[in-house]
């Protein structure tokens, strides 16, 4: 009985944590003309496809977690052969480096102005439908939907 009352409240608290989620979208880009805008001095045309997206999920807890995508962050695999065609294919790294990378800035920035955080975690994930390699912004994107 008591391990079913600890299960229960376990699962109202991570409902409880759910409702305070915080969820952000952010679009794939497409530069036109002008990309990268660092050799255009700023100097873009760009615009946004509707059907392709980066998602991140801020959820409060007790530390700092990064969930890992199943498929872009996957740790585990069929096989030898499907281990290699998946790094030949997506490369070596997935999204969880991007997630790291803007929360580390953040903090130096906030150090830097001298804004104090609060102590406390979260969790972040993020998803995406973005095609990898393929020229759309999807890194640029989860870092977007991360700020």
């Given at each position: 009985?008591?391990?079913?009352?600890?299960?229960?409240?376990?699962?109202?608290?991570?409902?409880?944590?759910?409702?305070?989620?915080?969820?952000?979208?952010?679009?794939?880009?497409?530069?036109?003309?002008?990309?990268?805008?660092?050799?255009?001095?700023?100097?873009?045309?760009?615009?946004?496809?509707?059907?392709?997206?980066?998602?991140?999920?801020?959820?409060?807890?007790?530390?700092?977690?990064?969930?890992?995508?199943?498929?872009?962050?996957?740790?585990?695999?069929?096989?030898?052969?499907?281990?290699?065609?998946?790094?030949?294919?997506?490369?070596?790294?997935?999204?969880?480096?991007?997630?790291?990378?803007?929360?580390?800035?953040?903090?130096?920035?906030?150090?830097q102005a001298e804004?104090?955080?609060?102590?406390?975690?979260?969790?972040?994930?993020?998803?995406?439908?973005?095609?990898?390699?393929?020229?759309?912004?999807?890194?640029?994107?989860?870092?977007?939907?991360?700020?």
């Amino acid at each position: 009985m008591l391990q079913g009352t600890e299960e229960a409240l376990r699962q109202a608290e991570e409902s409880r944590l759910h409702e305070k989620a915080v969820i952000s979208r952010v679009h794939a880009r497409v530069g036109l003309l002008g990309n990268p805008s660092d050799g255009f001095y700023g100097k873009t045309i760009s615009f946004s496809l509707k059907n392709f997206y980066a998602e991140v999920t801020l959820t409060p807890a007790d530390t700092v977690q990064f969930l890992p995508h199943p498929e872009h962050d996957a740790h585990h695999y069929a096989s030898l052969h499907d281990l290699v065609e998946k790094l030949e294919t997506q490369g070596y790294y997935g999204g969880i480096r991007l997630l790291k990378a803007i929360c580390k800035r953040f903090f130096e920035h906030c150090r830097q102005a001298e804004h104090q955080l609060p102590g406390k975690g979260f969790k972040l994930s993020y998803d995406t439908n973005i095609p990898r390699q393929a020229g759309l912004s999807g890194s640029s994107a989860i870092i977007c939907a991360v700020l």
